[in-house]
T-cell receptor, first 115, second 113 residues
Framework: GENVEQHPSTLSVQEGDSAVIKCTYS??????FPWYKQELGKGPQLIIDIRSNVGEKKDQRIAVTLNKTAKHFSLHITETQPEDSAVYFC??????????????FGTGTSLTVIP | DTEVTQTPKHLVMGMTNKKSLKCEQH?????MYWYKQKAKKPPELMFVYSYEKLSINESVPSRFSPECPNSSLLNLHLHALQPEDSALYLC????????????FGAGSRLTVL
């Protein structure tokens, strides 16, 4: 099965600085890579995703890059703000959820943005 | 606001109680999921329903019993739980037909005494 590793487990940055979280995966069949943000007491919320036919995707201050050859993908948050403080999970999936393909989650990164 | 609604938000129960967690979505998604999440850990898959039929049971103990009455509703019936079952239980729904987006609810925080 798929194995997703995520680093670092904790990350503290000053407000306005950039934050980078990295994930690696093992199954070359994985083709969808979402990132979820989970605030305290809430469910995970999808913030950005990327599919295997794309190398980079950006949405305002958030970007994700994918290197299929090296089997790694990264989340980049620029100009961090205190409200970015949360736990971030990466995930990998190889296909259609409805037929039972799963999301394999990374172990999470606790991001703290210091005002 | 999330489009997957879970009730109750908090539940405290004894080991002999029977209770249920409920989940509802109106996005027309045909796949629905139960996940269990312990503090500071990623969600762990428990069950998957596809077109109202159970398609995945991740070797979950029988004290957890899922039910999918229709395409919008998903229940998790709880009976004779153990204190180690205390966790955040997350419901999610997913689009089919080649799309992989998974939408989570806010979760039900369960405490077993």
């Amino acid at each position: 099965g798929e194995n997703v590793e995520q680093h670092p487990s904790t990350l503290s940055v000053q407000e306005g600085d950039s934050a980078v979280i990295k994930c690696t995966y093992s199954d070359s069949a994985s083709n969808y890579f979402p990132w979820y943000k989970q605030e305290l007491g809430k469910g995970p919320q999808l913030i950005i995703d990327i599919r295997s036919n794309v190398g980079e995707k950006k949405d305002q201050r958030i970007a994700v890059t994918l290197n299929k050859t090296a089997k790694h993908f990264s989340l980049h948050i620029t100009e961090t703000q205190p409200e970015d403080s949360a736990v971030y999970f990466c995930a990998a999936s190889e296909g259609n959820l409805i037929v039972g393909n799963q999301f394999y989650f990374g172990t999470g990164t606790s991001l703290t943005v210091i005002p | 606001d999330t489009e997957v609604t879970q009730t109750p938000k908090h539940l405290v129960m004894g080991m002999t109680n029977k209770k249920s967690l409920k989940c509802e979505q109106h996005m027309g998604h045909r796949a629905m999921y139960w996940y269990k999440q312990k503090a500071k850990k990623p969600p762990e898959l428990m069950f998957v329903y596809s077109y109202e039929k159970l398609s995945i049971n991740e070797s979950v103990p029988s004290r957890f019993s899922p039910e999918c009455p229709n395409s919008s509703l998903l229940n998790l019936h709880l009976h004779a739980l153990q204190p180690e079952d205390s966790a955040l239980y997350l419901c999610a729904s997913g689009q089919g037909a080649g799309a992989n987006v998974l939408t989570f609810g806010a979760g039900s925080r369960l405490t077993v005494l």
